[in-house]
């Protein structure tokens, strides 16, 4: 920060000018912590979205096996045909499908990406630079 020596020296066009140009370095410096923040996020979720699709392919291959597993099981052991078996099966996986789907849902309205940290800095430094201004 330049003394008070330097400042009268100053015109107040130079004022602000200088001020101009702090507030642009400052909005340009904030913009970049925002950048950097939604890369770290979008990192993290593109990350999660890899990882739940391997999980969801071998969920589903899992799920075809027990299902038919489950059906034969039935048609053994019940007085169910083969296909009223498996149609049995399929409501089961069907109505587990639909939770999965309805809780997957409110997890993806938990995601922001909003840079949060950065917006308080910019609020903070907008008072800081209107106190400073001020004075």
Excluded: C
Excluded at 109 to 133: G, N, W
Aim: proline share 1%.
């Amino acid at each position: 920060m330049a003394s008070n020596a330097d400042l009268d020296s100053l015109t107040t066009g130079q004022l602000i000018r200088d001020i101009a140009d702090d507030v642009r370095l400052l909005i340009q410096k904030e913009a970049e912590a925002a950048r950097v923040e939604i890369r770290g996020e979008l990192a993290h979720l593109k990350r999660a979205l890899i990882l739940g699709g391997i999980a969801l392919g071998g969920a589903l291959l899992a799920a075809i096996g027990l299902m038919f597993a489950l059906a034969q099981l039935l048609r053994t052991y019940t007085a169910l045909s083969e296909w009223s078996a498996f149609a049995v099966v399929t409501a089961l996986f069907a109505a587990i499908a639909i939770i999965a789907a309805l809780i997957a849902t409110r997890e993806t309205k938990q995601v922001e990406l909003v840079p949060h940290r950065t917006m308080r800095e910019v609020k903070r430094d907008a008072r800081l630079i209107e106190r400073d201004v001020r004075s």
